[in-house]
């Protein structure tokens, strides 16, 4: 499986940006979707996480700016990141969680997408 991570970029303080992750390859099925992200100097974080029935999870910090959504027909995840400030700047990784023919659930990352919010 392959995930290829993109609308990464740099805005202002305020402005919004769309992050969106295809997945490829080899599926069977995939459960979690999700963006992790990792600031300057610090350790990965959970951002938001999806559920293939729409269950969703999300950082505290997230504060009802960021919304996560997916299409598993396509097997995309996307984040909507609006009123973005300066620390929400770092690095964002989807994750996504993958189910085999055999129930072996594997876990995968995407190469990251930087994203920078000045102020």
């Known amino acids: 499986v392959q995930l290829q991570a993109s609308g990464g970029g740099l805005v202002q303080a305020g402005e919004s940006l769309r992050l969106s992750c295809a997945a490829s390859?080899?599926?069977?099925?995939?459960?979690?979707m999700g963006w992790y992200r990792r600031p300057l100097g610090k350790q990965r974080e959970l951002v938001a996480a999806m559920t293939t029935d729409g269950g969703t999870d999300y950082a505290d910090f997230v504060r009802g700016r960021f919304t996560i959504s997916r299409d598993n027909a396509k097997n995309t995840v996307h984040l909507q990141m609006n009123s973005l400030e300066p620390e929400d700047t770092g690095v964002y990784y989807c994750?996504?969680?993958?189910?085999?023919?055999?129930?072996?659930?594997?876990?995968?990352w995407g190469r990251g997408t930087l994203v920078t919010v000045s102020s």
């Open positions: 994750k996504v969680e993958h189910l085999d023919l055999l129930g072996i659930v594997t876990i995968y």
């Open positions: 390859g080899m599926i069977f099925k995939i459960n979690t």
